[in-house]
């Protein structure tokens, strides 16, 4: 998965992150993948408030022929707690990419716990956590694990060729394209997890709210 460089594409800055408004399909160089919307992870601790990470969400352009239904809906309607709109994008059959920018320095296991934690009590309360997703999952995991240090500006890009596939690499400083430089370092070829992972980002229950109504309003904008 590559990128455009800044001087083709323009960016989107976001908490002090370059988002490039286009991004490069790996599967054909002619095909492109939009900047949807943007949110960030964080959280209280201690009456302050701690900024973890930023994200950007990319996907191809055709993604607004599977939300036709939703045209001319608004984005407090999508965003609703009982809306269908974001399990559909998560099945949505089309190339989807995630770029998380850490802003708080973490340890990989630290940033991946959580992940695995919401990734396995979504499959087992829909009874689809098996030996198959366990090992997936802890595939997932021990790549984590094996990066010490995430620092400031590294960048964890998460891909989906296919809602049933998820790629992951990691890139350690401030390079905009991260995920073209060399191969995957981790595949997901579990369909369960690898939907648990988008669910987890995506989902109407996402790590980041305000990337949910950002994606919302990416979506809207396509139709």
């Given at each position: 998965?590559?990128?455009?460089s800044e001087s083709e594409s323009e960016c989107v800055v976001f908490e002090g992150a370059s988002f490039p408004t286009t991004m490069s399909s790996t599967s054909?160089?002619?095909?492109?993948?939009?900047?949807?919307?943007?949110?960030?992870?964080?959280?209280?601790?201690?009456?302050?408030?701690?900024?973890?990470?930023?994200?950007?969400?990319?996907?191809?352009?055709?993604?607004?022929?599977?939300?036709?239904?939703?045209?001319?809906?608004?984005?407090?309607?999508?965003?609703?707690?009982?809306?269908?709109?974001?399990?559909?994008?998560?099945?949505?059959?089309?190339?989807?990419?995630?770029?998380?920018?850490?802003?708080?320095?973490?340890?990989?296991?630290?940033?991946?716990?959580?992940?695995?934690?919401?990734?396995?009590?979504?499959?087992?309360?829909?009874?689809?956590?098996?030996?198959?997703?366990?090992?997936?999952?802890?595939?997932?995991?021990?790549?984590?694990?094996?990066?010490?240090?995430?620092?400031?500006?590294?960048?964890?890009?998460?891909?989906?060729?296919?809602?049933?596939?998820?790629?992951?690499?990691?890139?350690?400083?401030?390079?905009?394209?991260?995920?073209?430089?060399?191969?995957?370092?981790?595949?997901?070829?579990?369909?369960?997890?690898?939907?648990?992972?988008?669910?987890?980002?995506?989902?109407?229950?996402?790590?980041?709210?305000?990337?949910?109504?950002?994606?919302?309003?990416?979506?809207?904008?396509?139709?």
């Amino acid at each position: 998965m590559g990128s455009e460089s800044e001087s083709e594409s323009e960016c989107v800055v976001f908490e002090g992150a370059s988002f490039p408004t286009t991004m490069s399909s790996t599967s054909s160089s002619s095909r492109k993948l939009l900047l949807l919307g943007n949110g960030i992870y964080d959280t209280e601790i201690h009456y302050l408030q701690i900024k973890f990470y930023g994200i950007g969400v990319y996907a191809e352009a055709d993604l607004g022929q599977h939300f036709k239904e939703w045209k001319g809906k608004s984005e407090g309607e999508l965003t609703a707690e009982d809306s269908a709109f974001f399990p559909s994008f998560c099945k949505a059959p089309v190339e989807k990419l995630a770029r998380l920018v850490i802003i708080k320095e973490v340890k990989g296991s630290q940033f991946v716990t959580p992940l695995q934690s919401s990734v396995r009590d979504r499959l087992a309360y829909a009874d689809l956590y098996e030996e198959e997703e366990e090992e997936a999952l802890d595939s997932l995991v021990e790549f984590f694990q094996k990066k010490a240090w995430l620092t400031q500006g590294s960048s964890i890009f998460l891909y989906w060729p296919t809602p049933s596939r998820l790629q992951v690499s990691v890139v350690v400083g401030n390079e905009v394209d991260g995920a073209g430089a060399g191969s995957w370092k981790v595949e997901v070829g579990n369909e369960n997890v690898a939907r648990g992972v988008q669910e987890w980002l995506f989902g109407p229950t996402s790590v980041s709210p305000s990337l949910l109504k950002s994606l919302a309003s990416g979506v809207l904008r396509l139709l």
